[in-house]
């Protein structure tokens, strides 16, 4: 940042300013965040033991824990010694890393979940031919591809708002650092940056939600032509989790970003929902509605017990 501010810290709001709720939250939150490392964990842990979760499916769904893992472990632990602190203060660098951080995992997440969703639909409609066409190869290269897109595209947007001069109000109405959270600060010009994160927005969510939608639609057709119900049922049921998690993802980013600011509380519900509760929900939705993964739980946990005794 060298002399672009007259500060050199920025001040969150948080949640709330009353210290009684404060504790409340901090207690929420921590199990929140608690659950999240031990659910993401475990299904890391499980893809990563059991042979019969070495699949393209359960690769991107490894990912996705890892994703999540990230994604939470960058706002809440500076969000949970907020709220037990009286000066809500962060560094203008560790603002800025911690934008960078929420744009790469968010951005990566996004281009996963597109990936997923054409993953569903090769083993929907060509299952014969899945395992050539989602080769080990292929899997890796299209996630190395999710994360270096975001990446490049988090670092051109944060090299650029680090040449912002922020010298008018501290205050960030907010519990992290984002970067729409961080432009009306700056009495610099902000018409580039703005011009180059909606840019990345659109490519980012919307871009990337249009390739679920457009997979999705090809998944339903091919749903529809089989004849049997069960048969409908079981394919259905392939893709119930990963379109919860889209669902999940999607709606509340939206939501986050495309409501006007009332400067009220409730503005971070959304934000809440997609940066610590759909982290910690993730794990729970693929296992309690995948058979495959319950039973690689019960596999190790039987293993584990049996190793003790």
């Known amino acids: ?17 009353n210290l009684q709720s404060q504790v409340l939250l901090f207690v929420l939150f921590l199990v929140i965040y608690l659950l999240t490392l031990m659910g993401n964990l475990i299904m890391l842990l499980v893809i990563r033991l059991d042979p019969h ?4 499916m359960y690769f991107f769904l490894g990912q996705l824990s890892f994703l999540d893992l990230c994604h939470s472990s960058v706002t809440v632990p500076k969000m949970l010694e907020n709220l037990l602190s009286e000066r809500k203060t962060i560094f203008v660098e560790s603002c800025l890393a911690q ?3 929420v744009f790469t995992t968010g951005g990566t997440e996004a281009c996963l979940l597109a990936v997923m969703a054409y993953d569903r639909y090769v083993a929907i409609s060509s299952p014969l031919l899945y395992g050539q066409v989602m080769s080990s190869q292929l899997c890796v290269r299209l996630v ?8 490049v595209d988090a670092l051109i947007n944060i090299l650029l708002a680090a040449n ?4 008018e109000d501290q205050t960030i109405p907010h519990f992290s650092c984002e970067l729409s959270s961080l432009f009306p600060l700056s009495c610099s010009d ?9 840019c990345s927005s659109v490519w980012h969510f919307f ?7 457009s997979s999705y639609t090809r998944i339903v057709s091919t749903i529809m032509s089989i004849s049997s119900t069960s048969g409908r049922s079981k394919a259905f049921s392939t893709c119930s989790s990963h379109l919860t998690t889209v669902i999940l993802f999607y709606g509340s980013g939206f939501l986050s970003y495309l409501l006007p600011n009332s400067g009220t509380p409730l503005e971070m519900i959304f934000p809440l929902q997609y940066s610590v509760v759909t982290p910690m929900l993730n794990p729970l939705i693929y296992s309690l509605q995948n058979k495959e993964v319950k039973a690689a739980i ?12």
């Open 1 to 17: 940042m060298g002399n672009h501010s007259m500060f050199s810290e920025f001040i969150l709001l948080g949640l709330s300013s």
């Open 53 to 56: 979760l070495h699949t393209p």
């Open 99 to 101: 934008a960078f951080f």
């Open 144 to 151: 190395w591809g999710c994360w270096g897109l975001a990446f």
């Open 164 to 167: 912002l001069d922020f010298c």
């Open 190 to 198: 902000t018409s580039v940056n703005f011009t180059l994160l909606l």
């Open 207 to 213: 871009g990337t939600f249009v390739l679920i939608v």
């Open 298 to 309: 019960r596999r190790m946990f039987r293993k584990y017990m049996n190793s003790r005794t």
